[in-house]
């Protein structure tokens, strides 16, 4: 005969079990009932066990357990989720052998070990199993799989230990900051630079930090120098200087990705070693300085598309090794090169553009003392003056910029800079100017009042960041697209500084994290929403 459990509460030590149904047929069912007396000895034993039948990486031990354990009372248990956890409580403080003991009581009891373990994590833990009367098969067969397991467990556990040891002192101690919440992205920022055949790309946040876009590189071809916005920010071209080519990118404003666009795919042809180029206030034109031959490329720009058409055969600058180049909101052309006799670009050439774009050279440029050397330039949002950056004499020349486009040296100018300024940046009113000075590893910043620049307090700031004394010689540097920060390219130390601007009086405060170090020497950067 089969011994059946009562209806009702079977009390074992401090522990109750509920019997919910039982019945003498072979397939009997319990609400939750157990081997009384094994359980009130060896809770934390038969916790354990179970616990270590349930692991996926214990399913060896589970089949020896099966075949082993094998017992002449037939029982389906189901498990409260409370009492099932409070036993696995318990099995933690418990030493693993002490299983042993338990397992063997219970086979010679002939109590049958759990058959199939259920986890369901909302509601209850069940175990269910079903039995026929079997002869009871020795333990000492399963204590020999059994040892095995035991010692594996305890590898286990101390490298669980040691690991939570670790994370525990480094919390305590502060040895590494926390992950940084990401913040909202306000604008998009793109790089060009020696190291990469590619233009990278970056989401600027809230914080001021850049962080790259999901895709973070488009590739051109050899080697990128160069970068040029279209006005209506849904186009980017770049200048490929060793190819002699000129990629063209569609830009997906929220994702930030980069598209080739139309023939774009195989990149145009320019001039022997393009430099720089700009694209004219209107968007109908690209142009494309060609340093190797003093030439300028002229393409006509799908609206649409993005896609380049040449307009004709290079137009002859006759200048002396070029250097820079740009074009004013007033739709001027301006070149910087040398003049004759001269071993420096000391001179700055202007050039108008007609309605079909083609180049006529003006009157009234601009040259300075023999023994400069222009650098960077750039105008302000509305033409009216130029900044230029004077690498030789550590300055910078503020030009003012009439209705011809002439240009003519403001009272006062140049103005002092720091060691060996090579580029310039404007905000988007205007009213502020900041020159990055490679010899001095830092940013001057100016207001500017009518073109007369009054440097700001706390200028020049450094770029190398806190705790950092590599040379960082800042090169190219941008105000971005919502004229909240300063981005500036460091050549020597392969990163990007970032400064807030204070909006009252164009003072710069340092992004924490900054600067951000870079694959690339970065050399041309652009920014749009």
């Not at 004499?393 to 240009?407: E, F, P, R, T």
Request: charged residues 10%; positive net charge.
């Amino acid at each position: 005969m089969r011994a059946c459990l009562p209806k009702g509460k079977i009390a074992s030590q401090n522990y109750k079990f509920r019997v919910s149904k039982c019945s003498c047929q072979r397939q009997q069912q319990f609400r939750f009932a157990v081997c009384s007396r094994a359980v009130s000895q060896h809770q934390p034993s038969l916790s354990l066990a179970v616990g270590l039948v349930n692991k996926a990486s214990h399913r060896r031990l589970h089949s020896a357990l099966e075949k082993w354990c094998a017992g002449i009372h037939p029982y389906e248990f189901i498990a409260h989720r409370q009492d099932f956890t409070r036993w696995v409580g318990r099995a933690k403080r418990c030493k693993l052998a002490t299983a042993w003991s338990f397992l063997h009581q219970c086979g010679a009891t002939g109590w049958k070990t759990l058959k199939q373990l259920d986890w369901n994590t909302n509601q209850t833990y069940s175990a269910r199993m079903q039995v026929e009367e079997k002869t009871f098969v020795p333990w000492r067969r399963f204590t020999q799989v059994f040892h095995a397991f035991h010692e594996a467990a305890i590898k286990r556990m101390k490298a669980i230990i040691r690991f939570v040891t670790c994370a525990v002192v480094i919390a305590v101690l502060g040895c590494g900051d926390p992950l940084p919440k990401p913040s909202a992205n306000v604008a998009l920022l793109y790089l060009v630079g020696q190291g990469s055949n590619a233009v990278e790309g970056f989401h600027i946040q809230a914080s001021g930090e850049i962080l790259s876009t999901a895709v973070p590189s488009f590739a051109t071809n050899p080697r990128p120098v160069a970068i040029a916005l279209h006005p209506s920010t849904n186009f980017l071209y770049v200048a490929n200087l060793t190819s002699n080519t000129v990629s063209g990118f569609s830009l997906d404003h929220t994702s930030g990705f980069l598209t080739p666009v139309g023939t774009a795919l195989t990149p145009i042809s320019t001039g022997p070693s393009p430099i720089a180029l700009s694209v004219n206030p209107g968007g109908q034109f690209l142009y494309v300085l060609n340093q190797g031959d003093a030439t300028i490329s002229i393409y006509a720009i799908d609206p649409v598309r993005g896609i380049l058409t040449s307009t004709g055969p290079a137009f002859s600058t006759g200048l002396t090794n070029p250097q820079g180049m740009l074009i004013s909101p007033g739709s001027f052309l301006y070149i910087i090169a040398g003049t004759a006799g001269s071993t420096t670009a000391n001179a700055i050439s202007v050039f108008s553009i007609g309605s079909d774009g083609a180049l006529t050279p003006a009157a009234g440029g601009f040259t300075a003392a023999a023994n400069s050397t222009l650098s960077g330039m750039t105008t302000d949002p509305k033409g009216q003056f130029m900044y230029v950056a004077d690498s030789a004499n550590n300055n910078v020349h503020s030009l003012s910029i009439d209705a011809s486009g002439a240009l003519s040296e403001v009272a006062g100018s140049p103005f002092a800079a720091g060691t060996q300024p090579v580029e310039v940046a404007v905000n988007g009113a205007g009213t502020f100017v900041y020159v990055s000075n490679s010899g001095s590893n830092n940013v001057s910043a100016y207001t500017a009042n009518s073109g007369v620049l009054t440097e700001d307090a706390g200028s020049p700031f450094p770029t190398q960041g806190t705790g950092t004394v590599v040379a960082t010689e800042p090169g190219f540097l941008l105000v971005d697209a919502t004229n909240t920060f300063l981005f500036v390219a460091n050549q020597g130390g392969r990163s990007i500084a970032s400064f807030g601007i204070n909006a009252a009086d164009g003072t710069l405060v340092p992004v924490s994290t900054s600067p951000f170090g870079q694959l690339v020497t970065p050399i041309w950067m652009v920014s749009t929403k």
